[in-house]
């Protein structure tokens, strides 16, 4: 099914939404719209450089959901401050493993 220019502002909405819940926990983040799908990329907070990369898609039912750029689920799209507290969880079991 292909996205539509609607599905794709939504998508940027709630990417948006997702920079802001994480911003509010200290990270860096930065939209990228150039080069096909608009992604999410979530900056060390002291460094500033990527750690993760997070992208809006839709699963089978069409329910949009944020996701690791790796194809990993993190949570519905509806609920951005659930998304920031995983991915703040995932980014940092990723720098203690480091």
Do not use: K
């Not at 996205?3 to 509010?24: I, P, S, V």
């Not at 519905?76 to 969880?89: E, Q």
Request: charged fraction near 25%; aromatic fraction near 6%.
């Amino acid at each position: 099914m292909a996205q539509t220019t609607m599905d794709t502002d939504a998508d940027m909405a709630r990417l948006e939404e997702l920079a802001q819940a994480l911003t509010g926990r200290g990270y860096r983040t930065m939209l990228v719209t150039g080069g096909g799908r608009a992604r999410l990329e979530v900056l060390d907070r002291i460094t500033s450089m990527p750690t993760g990369t997070v992208v809006c898609e839709r699963d089978t039912g069409g329910e949009a959901w944020f996701w690791w750029s790796w194809a990993d689920r993190i949570a519905p799209a509806s609920a951005p401050a659930d998304a920031a507290a995983l991915v703040d969880l995932g980014l940092r079991r990723e720098h203690d493993t480091a």
